[in-house]
C-alpha cells in the first residue's frame, strides 16, 4: 500500500512538473507572438506627410504624379496641369514619381510636410 501511495505521489508530482512546463511553455510562445505582433504595429504606423505639388508654370509641361513605395506602384495618377496646384498625402519613405515618364521626383520625407513641390524645378 505504501509503494503504491508513493508511485502514485511521484506520477501526480511528475504531471504537475509536465503540466507546469507545458503553461510555461505557452506562455513564453504567447509573449513571443505578442513581441512579433507589437513589431508588427510599429511598421503600421508609418509617418504620413500632407504636401503640395504645384505645376510648371510657363514651361507649360502637364505631368501625370503618382506616388508609392515605387515608380508605379501605389497611388496614380493626378494630373499637375501647368498652372494648378495640387495637394497629397502620403508615407514617409514612399517616392514621387512622374508616371508617364517613369522617373522619380522626389523621395518623401518627414520634412516635407506642409511645403510645395514646384515642377518647373523638376522640368
Known amino acids: 500500500m505504501t509503494m503504491n501511495l508513493f508511485k502514485l505521489s511521484i506520477t501526480a508530482?511528475?504531471?504537475?512538473?509536465?503540466?507546469?512546463?507545458?503553461?510555461?511553455?505557452?506562455?513564453?510562445r504567447i509573449e513571443k507572438n505578442n513581441e512579433v505582433t507589437n513589431t508588427e504595429l510599429l511598421n503600421d504606423k508609418t509617418e504620413r506627410v500632407s504636401f503640395k505639388v504645384k505645376g510648371t508654370g510657363s514651361?507649360?509641361?502637364?505631368?501625370?504624379?503618382?506616388?508609392?513605395?515605387?515608380?508605379?506602384q501605389g497611388s496614380c495618377?493626378?494630373?499637375?496641369?501647368?498652372?494648378?496646384?495640387?495637394?497629397?498625402?502620403?508615407?514617409?519613405?514612399?517616392?514621387?514619381?512622374?508616371?508617364?515618364?517613369?522617373?522619380?521626383?522626389?523621395?518623401?520625407?518627414s520634412g516635407l510636410s506642409g511645403e510645395v513641390?514646384?515642377?518647373?524645378?523638376?522640368?
Request: hydrophobic share 30%; glycine share 8%; net charge positive.
Open 77 to 109: 495618377c493626378r494630373t499637375v496641369g501647368p498652372n494648378t496646384t495640387t495637394s497629397f498625402t502620403a508615407n514617409v519613405g514612399d517616392v514621387l514619381y512622374d508616371s508617364e515618364r517613369k522617373t522619380i521626383i522626389t523621395k518623401i520625407y
Open 59 to 72: 514651361k507649360k509641361i502637364t505631368v501625370k504624379v503618382g506616388y508609392g513605395k515605387k515608380v508605379g
Open 13 to 28: 508530482c511528475s504531471l504537475g512538473i509536465l503540466s507546469y512546463s507545458f503553461t510555461l511553455s505557452n506562455d513564453v
Open 117 to 123: 513641390i514646384d515642377l518647373k524645378n523638376y522640368y
